[in-house]
Each structure stands twice: as C-alpha cells, then as structure tokens.
C-alpha cells in the first residue's frame, strides 16, 4: 500500500483540469517517471510556481479536480512526484476513478470543512496523516491539529486494500 | 419502476456488484489509440497477461499524432501496431485508414444501439448518439478491459435534456451543446448520464448528435445518450441489413434500449433552443460561453475545422459555403483537418477541398494533432485560435495560447474576417 501522508500543497482554485495537470505534449512519454518535471505546469493560480510542489505528498483543493481528458498520466504524474492522495470538494469522475485504480486515494470532503482547513491551513507548512483504520485525516501546522473524518466506498476501500484495479479484477473476473 | 436508457444497457450487461451502487458490466467495444494504450500494454507484458478478451470486440487506430512527429510518437505507435498484430485485432486502422477515433470508428459501424463502449479517451461519450453507453476511461481502466472486457460503474443517475423549439438559420448542433455547457456548468452532469431528447434531438442528423454528445464530457457527464430511432437506422443500416429483415425491424429491436415513458430521472431539464444564437467560448473553460456578437472583432491567428467534434462531412460542408469563392485573411492561418479518410475522399469528390484551398486553407491528413496542441497547428504563446474542437483549457493548443470554441459555420465567417464574427452567414435576431 502506498504512502497518504505528508506535507500537503493547497490548490484554491476550482476545476483544475487534467491539462494542467500534465499538458498533452508530455503524453508522448511512455514512462511515469519521465513526467516528474511536468506535473501542474501548465495550472493557472496566482502565486504558484512549480518549485512548490517539491517536497508535497498530499493536495487539497476545491471542486471538479481533475475534469477534462482521461489521461492517466494525471495521476501517475501525482504519483512520481510522490503524491498520492488528493482532498477535494469534488473530482471529475475519470480522475477518481483512475486514482483508485492505480491504488492512490482522491477523498471528497463537505465544502464547509474544506473551506475551513483552507482558512486554518493554507500558506502554513501543514502536515497531514491518514489513518486508514478509522478513517481520519490528522492535519497539523504551528501548534494546531485538526481531525478529520472522511468516507470512501467500500469498493475503493478494496481497490486501495488491492493495490490497484488490475490486481482486483484479475482475481475476480 | 421504468428505466432510463443507461438503466437498460446497465442491467443487461452486469457482471457482478462488488458494493450496492458499483456495477461491473460487460463490454461489447474496446477502443484504443496510441496514447493511451501503449502504458496499458507494457503493463499486460510485465504482469505476464499480454492477453486480449476478445480480438474480435477491440477496435484500434492511431489518430492522435499521425504520421509520427518524432521517435517517441513512432515508438507509440510502433507498440500499438505490434500489439494488433500479435493478437490479430483485424479493425486497426493505421497510416493510408486511420482517422480520428470518435469519428471513424462509427462510420464503420463498431457502435450499436445497447452497447457497452470503453476507451481510453474522454470523449468516448461521442458514441452515446447511437443509443449506447460509451465512457472515456483512463489507462488502468482499458487495461482491464483488454485482459478482462469488464469495466466498473457506478449505476448511472441520468440527467434528461429535453430540447425543444426551431433551430434559428445559421445556428448549428455546436451552439446547442455550448448553450447546454453554459448552462450546466463544467461540472453540471458529472457522474450523471445526459439523456439528449426533444423535437430538435428527433429532427438532428447522426452528425450532428455525435456533436452534441461529444461534448457531454465537458459538463461532466459519463455519457451522453441519443435514443435510437429510424434516423439510427438508416446510418447503420449498411451494417446491419444482413442481420434484420426490414428497417423497422432492425428498429423494434434498438427500440428496447428506449427509455420507458415512466423511466426515473435525477432531472429534467427543458431547453428551449428557439432564440438561440452562434455561440462562442471566453477564457478557459467549456462553459465559459457568448453569443459571437458579444465576442465580434476579436482578432484570431489560426482557425482550425476538425476533430471528433466537428471535422465529419456535415461539418466541412457547412463550413464550405461559408467559404466558397471568398479568401481567408492575410493574417490567418487556416487548417483544416477532415476526421476520416471517408471524409477526406467525400470532401474531395464534393469539391469541398477545393473551396478550402482556394480561400488559403492548408489541408492535413486526418488526426487529433491540433486539437490537444500534438502536432499539426501547435499555437505560439500569446496566439489565438478559433477552433471547431472541444477543448479551450489553458495551453490545450500550444502553452500560451488561447483557443475559442465554435462550429464550423462561425470559424469559416472567422477565418474570412480575420477576427471572431458570424457576420457572413447568419441572420439571426
């Protein structure tokens, strides 16, 4: 199982689409690991710049993260960057779904209380855990700790348990 | 209970319920292309499962960047062509056949009504006119249902469009999708199905329903679904008349995949299209739209015809009048791209190539290329292009530059003013 904590990049913007994520001239990479330099390239967000991603493990961000192409590059392109969980009001489906499939986590979170770890912990250097046993995120920056629980379905649970859906399917189907 | 179109192919191809709402069902098409595919194959070879399902339900083309730019575009298509080979997938469509995805793969006939559709492209949901269920997926996805032919869902809630009124001259299947965009957000339909239904849907071409399904993705959308009916029929009919007796037969038997007159929907939405006009995209998202006068004067660099969008025969002959006997702007690039080479042939026989090159355009071969900024049109920083595509992300045609969706007819009238207008063909309100 892969690594859900860490130290956590905020993205306040909606629909961060797939494009942005990896542009589609990097598509023609083969390789994940080829795509590292890439990741988010292409966002548009005041203030960010690439160098900020160094060192992340996890996103949060607002609605509709990962709309546009279905390319899995988008999560691979997380994933090589060692970042595999991002908390988001809402995902476009193919990027959830592909997620999950690799193994990662894209947990949706009630607006209210994204709004409220935006407020209480973007611009600090924020650290983040994942307690997968009681489904809680425990978000830490100067002195201040916040729990969070949070559902996923029982069928993602099993994929993230699985390592991914090709291992799931495979000895299923 | 009645059943929505999604409902009906959903459980007549379920395979299993892992939890309550999941459905994995059984797939009757996988698609593939070269960007996509090749990570699912080299995973098949590494896990030891260089297996298909079935030779017979994959169909394979290589679209997005053809002929190959450079070795790593050649290495792509080079794994996928070998991949055919290997595993005798007879419907693969390379150099001298192949077209963009979402369009030849209907003009061949691979999509039938009650189908289960994947690929690994977001705007799989083309093929939902037909009356199927086609959903982009993303490369693990495919992966399995090229080892397995079963994808996972979650049971798809469906939005109805009930789109009504008369279709203003000048105003085209293109405008109505970009209205419908604008209207329910880029995120409007996401897990849902869009059901496109009403008078205006009922009287639309297989053409132009492709469009309007094309671009359910960019609400959100899994699917966008057209019921089938005698006009489904007719453009599948060089397909299937070995198999049905008559038309109507071959329509009673579509006809179980309509949706019931008391199928449940998540939400009904009527859409009156009688004052609609040529819209046109700002900024970068889908939904971002205005009527063109709003954007007149707009000055552009390129105008790009083509795509799984709007590059079929309907399209380009549309765009064709606009254009005949006028030449583009000095300051335009014009690029035209016909999907298929069956539209390429069409458009030359019809002289609508012709028209094309004589007002300054520059004719491709068919590929995706432009339309996600690959090859053949890629824009310069700070250039704008007027395009027929889907897509007006930032940096989607080139980092930088900055792309306006609209239909054929407005980015011909664009390319002849050199800046965004509809002022040469529509006369509208």
């Excluded at chain 2, 997005?64 to 290495?75: G, N, R």
């Excluded at chain 2, 007719?234 to 049905?244: C, D, R, S, T």
């Excluded at chain 2, 969008?309 to 254009?323: K, P, S, W």
Aim: net charge negative.
């Amino acid at each position: 199982m892969k690594n859900f904590g860490g130290k956590v990049l905020f993205l306040d913007r909606s629909d961060i689409n797939t494009d942005e994520i990896i542009p589609a001239k990097y598509l023609t990479e083969i390789s994940k690991g080829a795509l590292k330099p890439y990741l988010l390239e292409d966002l548009e967000l005041d203030g960010f710049h690439i160098e900020l991603i160094k060192g992340k493990n996890v996103i949060v961000t607002r609605t509709n993260f990962g709309c546009g192409s279905s390319r899995e590059h988008a999560p691979w392109a997380l994933e090589t960057n060692n970042i595999n969980l991002v908390i988001a009001e809402s995902f476009a489906r193919i990027f959830m779904q592909n997620m999950f499939n690799c193994g990662m986590m894209a947990v949706e979170l009630p607006a209210v209380i994204i709004d409220r770890v935006f407020k209480q912990f973007s611009g600090k250097d924020t650290f983040l855990e994942t307690d997968l046993q009681k489904n809680m995120f425990i978000i830490k920056a100067d002195g201040l700790t916040e729990e969070i629980s949070f559902n996923i379905s029982d069928f993602d649970q099993s994929l993230v348990d699985a390592g991914g859906w090709v291992e799931y399917a495979d000895s299923r189907y | 209970m009645g059943k929505t179109v999604a409902e009906k192919i959903f459980d007549s191809h379920l395979v299993d319920n892992p939890s309550e709402d999941i459905h994995v069902i059984r797939l009757d098409a996988v698609f593939c292309h070269e960007i996509t595919t090749p990570g699912a194959i080299n995973d098949l070879i590494a896990k030891g499962k260089d297996r298909v399902f079935d030779s017979t339900k994959i169909k394979a083309v290589i679209d997005h960047v053809t002929p190959a730019k450079d070795s790593k575009t050649a290495m792509q298509g080079k794994i996928l062509r070998q991949w055919a080979l290997r595993h005798n997938i007879y419907d693969f469509f390379d150099i001298g056949s192949n077209g963009v995805c979402h369009a030849i793969f209907p003009e061949k006939g691979f999509v039938r009504p009650g189908y289960t559709v994947i690929m690994g492209d977001s705007h799989t949901c083309t093929h939902g006119a037909f009356g199927a269920f086609a959903a982009g997926v993303g490369t693990t996805d495919l992966e399995v249902g090229i080892l397995k032919g079963v994808c996972a869902f979650h049971y798809p809630e469906t939005i109805k469009l009930n789109i009504t009124g008369n279709m203003p001259e000048g105003v085209y299947s293109k405008d109505v999708i970009l209205s419908i965009i604008g209207r329910l957000g880029v995120n409007g339909a996401t897990n849902r199905v869009i059901e496109f239904a009403g008078p205006v849907v009922d009287k639309m071409s297989m053409e132009a329903r492709m469009t309007c399904c094309n671009m359910a993705i960019e609400a959100g959308a899994t699917c966008g679904i057209c019921c089938p009916d005698m006009t489904t029929v007719e453009y599948l009919w060089e397909f299937i008349k070995g198999e049905y007796a008559t038309k109507k037969e071959a329509f009673e038997e579509f006809n179980k995949f309509s949706p019931d007159p008391d199928a449940v929907y998540e939400d009904v939405i009527e859409h009156d299209i009688s004052r609609l006009e040529p819209l046109v995209t700002f900024g970068y998202k889908p939904d971002q739209v205005k009527p063109v006068k709003e954007m007149e004067g707009i000055k552009v660099d390129q105008v790009y015809i083509g795509s799984c969008t709007n590059g079929r025969i309907e399209d380009l002959r549309v765009a064709a009048q606009v254009l005949k006997g006028e030449k583009i702007s000095d300051c335009v690039r014009g690029i035209l791209s016909p999907a298929t080479p069956k539209v390429f042939s069409r458009a030359m026989e019809e002289g609508i190539l012709k028209i094309f090159m004589d007002a300054g355009f520059c004719v491709t071969n068919p590929t995706c290329g432009a339309c996600l900024g690959m090859s053949n049109g890629v824009l310069a920083e700070g250039e704008v292009c007027a395009s027929t595509t889907n897509r007006n992300f930032n940096g989607r045609m080139g980092k930088g530059g900055m792309v306006h969706l609209m239909s054929p007819a407005t980015a011909a009238a664009t390319a002849i003013a050199g800046h965004i207008t509809n002022s040469s063909f529509y006369r509208g309100n």
